[in-house]
C-alpha cells in the first residue's frame, strides 16, 4: 500500500521528497511534533495531544499553521488515505523556510507534516513478561517538558541501550535521579505499594499515556505519587513499567543487572496495562497482562 502524506497543503506519497532544503526543522530541529495512537480509525486522546502541541509551539514562539478545526480535518483525511487497523498518527511543525540564519525569521510560515505509519506496540511476550532497560547519564537541555524534534541525545542513549541488549534505556542525573526513558515516561511501585513517577515538569516530557495512567490508577484506588526517585529506590522497589503512546504500559523487571521485584510484572503493572488497552480501543492485548 502506497502511504500518504499531508505536506503543507498537498498530499504526498510519503517518501517523495515534500520539505525544502532550508526548512529550518531539516537545519536546526527548529520544531515540534506529536504522536498520536490511533486505532479503527480512531485518533486516542487526540484533545491532549494538539493541547500539547499548542503548548510546544508557545513554548518556542511558533504558530499553528492552520485552524485547529482544520487540523483535525486534516489528520482524518491522512487516516481515511492510509486505512490501517493500528497506526500513528505524526503531526511536525516547523518555524518554516528561510535562508540558513540562527535568529528567528520574520514573516515565514510554518511547515506543517501529517503522516500515518503502521502502530509497532511492544510484542505480546514483551507485555507478558516484560522487559529490561539500561541506564543513561541524562545530558539532554532543561526544556525536556517541549516536545521538540530535537531527539538526538535519545537516539544515542537508545541505540547504545539496544547494542547492549536491553530493551530501552532510562535517564539519570548526576544526583541519581531517574528522569524518564528515551521515548517513555517511568513508573516504580515502591516498598509501600504508592505508584510514583517524576513530575511534569521542565525536566520531563509530560507523557499523554501518563497522565492516563495516573488517572486510571487514582480512579482504582492506587495510592499515586509524582516526585523524583532515585536508582537507590530498586532496591526497594517491587515493580516499574513504561508508559507511552506506543509503549502503552510495559512492564520492567530488570535495570541493568538489578531485578525488579520478583523479576515478573506485578499485579499494578498488570492491572494498569489492561485498564490502559481497554481505555485505547486494544481490549484485546488486556489479556496479555493477565499473567505475570
Avoid: C
Wanted: hydrophobic share 45%.
Amino acid at each position: 500500500m502506497t502511504r500518504i502524506a499531508y505536506v503543507d497543503g498537498r498530499f504526498v506519497r510519503l517518501h517523495e521528497p515534500a520539505v525544502a532544503a532550508e526548512d529550518r526543522g531539516f537545519q536546526f530541529g527548529d520544531g515540534v511534533y506529536e504522536m498520536v495512537k490511533v486505532v479503527d480509525g480512531i485518533p486516542r486522546d487526540l484533545d491532549r495531544h494538539l493541547a500539547r502541541l499548542a503548548r510546544s509551539l508557545a513554548e518556542l514562539g511558533m504558530t499553528m499553521p492552520t485552524s485547529p478545526a482544520v487540523l483535525r480535518a486534516v489528520a482524518r483525511e491522512v487516516i481515511r488515505r492510509n486505512p490501517l487497523a493500528r497506526a500513528t498518527l505524526y503531526l511536525q511543525i516547523t518555524r518554516g523556510t528561510a535562508p540558513r540564519a540562527h535568529p528567528f525569521p520574520a514573516g515565514v510560515r510554518p511547515t506543517l507534516v501529517v503522516a500515518v505509519r503502521r502502530a509497532l506496540f511492544p510484542a505480546a511476550g514483551e507485555r507478558a513478561r516484560g522487559v529490561a532497560v539500561a541506564l543513561a547519564p541524562d545530558l539532554r537541555w532543561q526544556r525536556r517538558d517541549i516536545k521538540s524534534t530535537n531527539l538526538l541525545p535519545n537516539l544515542l542513549a537508545r541505540q547504545r541501550a539496544v547494542e547492549r541488549g536491553f530493551r530501552e534505556a532510562w535517564f539519570v542525573e548526576s544526583d541519581g535521579t531517574v528522569t524518564e526513558a528515551t521515548a517513555a515516561n517511568v513508573f516504580l511501585v515502591d516498598g509501600t505499594g504508592r505508584l510514583v513517577t517524576h513530575p511534569a515538569d521542565r525536566r520531563i516530557l509530560g507523557g499523554i499515556t501518563r497522565a492516563v495512567v495516573l488517572e486510571l490508577a487514582r480512579a482504582a484506588g492506587i495510592p499515586v505519587e509524582e516526585r523524583p526517585f532515585r536508582v537507590e529506590e530498586l532496591a526497594t522497589a517491587r515493580e516499574a513499567f513504561l508508559t507511552g503512546t506506543t509503549s502503552l504500559v510495559l512492564p520492567v523487571v530488570r535495570v541493568e543487572d538489578r531485578t525488579v521485584g520478583d523479576g515478573r510484572p506485578g499485579p499494578v503493572t498488570r492491572l494498569l496495562g489492561r485498564l490502559y488497552a481497554e481505555h485505547s480501543g486494544l481490549a484485546d492485548l488486556a489479556g496479555d497482562y493477565a499473567q505475570g
